[in-house]
């Protein structure tokens, strides 16, 4: 949204995402300035989120009646993901995956990571569904489409064996990111991925201590992916993903919610199970549904002189009005209240 113009209300602010009344005055799409008000309209103005792990793709399979261990499911190459990928003509394919952006939009979400599967031809098709749509998208191809995408997205190091670090010398080569789920059934490809020093882990749901301190060490982050562990039956406590250790070890911790085959990209609904799940604060919440915009090589906070990507709330709509924290109250309900909009850049 380009121009110059004012979003007043109780907005979040900083990485404390701290309650202010305030008016933020915004030109050319950037934060310039935010005056504190005393009073001002019943609107809550927060970050808009960033969904750190998506297969946006997978929503041509969403919530397909398909009984099966994680492997069969999704485990490439002729996973049950993978099979019906390749019979989805073209246009069906995108037309999906345009459904599922403006899913993410209308909840909230302005950014997110997405693995692609299809080599050249899958990216190029996730590069079709996002024209127009305004959102700072992170595409991790492979198969050959890591070359026309922002990175190299790898399975699993046992997908690839001996390869993976050719394949991983051959992205940094060309300045590509690198990207690799890891310890999502198990812990025992956690520390072969850690060896490639990538941008980013994914999952890390059987990760260990020893994993952990490895992982902040070398300050990788983790994007997890709570409901799609529940969901794939990979875990069934709060100690899986290890969510707690991995940020008292000092790991940076992102939030997605990977695969639309079985679960909605609504950020809302990933943070609502985190907080009541794992028992996190709101603010810590806040912060892992927003810092994966570090991918995209921005920052979501609302500070002056960043860039404006923002959500507005009825703060007047429903029960709202009763809220007596609204950083909780973002983080617990958001389903329920009224977004009036996501503010792109």
């Known amino acids: 949204m380009g121009g110059e113009y004012t979003v007043e209300g109780r907005a979040l602010i900083g990485e404390s995402f701290d309650e202010q009344r305030v008016a933020l005055h915004i030109r050319d799409g950037i934060i310039v300035d935010i005056e504190e008000r005393s009073t001002g309209p019943d609107r809550w103005i927060c970050p808009a989120f960033f969904n ?3 297969h946006i793709a997978d929503t041509v399979a969403m919530d397909i009646d398909a009984p099966g261990s994680l492997s069969e499911l999704v485990a490439p190459p002729d996973g049950l993901k993978h099979r019906l990928l390749r019979e989805t003509a073209p246009g069906d394919l995108i037309r999906a995956m345009r459904g599922t952006v403006d899913v993410m939009k209308r909840t909230g979400t302005s950014g997110f990571a997405d693995f692609r599967e299809g080599g050249r031809e899958g990216v190029f098709a996730l590069s079709t569904a996002l024209e127009g749509c305004g ?28 390869r993976t670090a050719d394949l991983v010398a051959e992205a940094r080569s060309t300045g590509k990111m690198v990207a690799l789920h890891a310890g999502e059934k198990d812990g025992r490809d956690v520390e072969d991925a850690i060896a490639c020093a990538p941008d980013l882990l994914v999952h890390c749901t059987h990760a260990t201590d020893y994993h ?3 992982i902040a060490d070398a300050g990788i982050p983790v994007a997890i992916c709570p409901r799609s562990n529940w969901r794939l039956g990979v875990a069934s406590s709060r100690d899986f993903p290890p969510v707690r250790r991995m940020l008292e070890t000092g790991c940076e911790v992102f939030l997605g919610t990977d695969n639309v085959m079985f679960v909605q990209p609504d950020m809302g609904a990933e943070m609502s ?3 009541y799940v794992y028992g996190l ?14 991918l995209a090589k921005t920052s979501y906070l609302i500070e002056e002189q ?19 924290n609204i950083a909780k109250s973002v983080v617990n309900r958001l389903n329920s209240l009224s977004i009036e909009g996501t503010i792109l850049n």
């Open 52 to 54: 750190a792990h998506t």
């Open 135 to 162: 959102m700072d998208v992170v595409i991790f191809g492979r198969d050959g489409g890591e070359a026309v995408a922002n990175g190299l997205g790898i399975s699993s190091v046992r997908e690839h064996g001996n």
């Open 212 to 214: 952990l301190r490895q």
């Open 273 to 275: 199970f985190v907080s």
């Open 281 to 294: 604060d709101p603010a810590t919440i806040l912060r892992m549904a927003t810092a994966g915009a570090a």
């Open 306 to 324: 960043r860039k404006a990507h923002l959500i507005t709330v009825d703060g007047a709509g429903g029960n709202a009005l009763f809220s007596k």
